[in-house]
T-cell receptor, first 117, second 116 residues
């Protein structure tokens, strides 16, 4: 069965420091991979997604992620964290239904990011 | 373009009652998916509707049901509420048509349901 693991439940970084959030997935075929961010009291906002092609994906707010098939990983990175990046980050893998429409997302449990001033 | 809207934002019910949550997708989007978010289980897929038909379903009991109207608005219903149904219920919309396997799901702010 498909699954997503985010090994770090909580991470604290200093403002201006670099950030890497880990995500490992289990999926038999080529995965559709996503990173979403959720601020307190808010819904989920898509940061970036990978479907095919270049394994380094650029997203919004200065985030990027790299797909590594050999490691079944899709880690999220940002070179310099801002205080406004404090939020919950979710990695998800899309599961195809028989029609090839990717509508069902399997989620990791999230990583809570705190940013020290 | 207006985003995904969900009503109500907050709801308090007691065990045994039923509840209906509403989701209005982004204009032009025909797919609506529902997710349950809890601290212990994280985000779990409930079901997806496309053109008024349920197209995907998660592993939830039959107490959880949904429907979609011709204008793509969707409702989900939970009958005979249990304490464990307390959660944030998120709705996501996307274009959803054939060959849309890579389109993005846009989320609403959620409905916070508390069951006492």
């Amino acid at each position: 069965a498909q699954s997503v693991t985010q090994p770090d439940i909580h991470i604290t970084v200093s403002e201006g420091a670099s950030l890497e959030l880990r995500c490992n997935y289990s999926y038999g075929a080529t995965p559709y991979l996503f990173w979403y961010v959720q601020s307190p009291g808010q819904g989920l906002q898509l940061l970036l997604k990978y479907f095919s092609g270049d394994t380094l994906v650029q997203g919004i707010k200065g985030f990027e992620a790299e797909f590594k098939r050999s490691q079944s990983s899709f880690n999220l990175r940002k070179p310099s964290v801002h205080w406004s990046d404090a939020a919950e980050y979710f990695c998800a893998v899309g599961q195809d239904n028989n029609a090839g429409n990717n509508r069902k997302l399997i989620w990791g449990l999230g990583t809570s990011l705190a940013v020290n001033p | 373009k207006a985003g995904v809207t969900q009503t109500p934002r907050y709801l308090i019910k007691t065990r045994g009652q039923q509840v209906t949550l509403s989701c209005s997708p982004i204009s032009g989007h025909r797919s609506v998916s529902w997710y349950q978010q809890t601290p212990g289980q994280g985000l779990q897929f409930l079901f997806e509707y496309f053109s008024e038909t349920q197209r995907n379903k998660g592993n939830f009991p039959g107490r959880f049901s949904g429907r979609q109207f011709s204008n793509s608005r969707s409702e989900m219903n939970v009958s005979t509420l249990e304490l464990g149904d307390s959660a944030l219920y998120l709705c996501a919309s996307s274009w959803g048509g054939t060959g849309s396997g890579t389109d993005t799901q846009y989320f609403g702010p959620g409905t916070r349901l508390t069951v006492l």
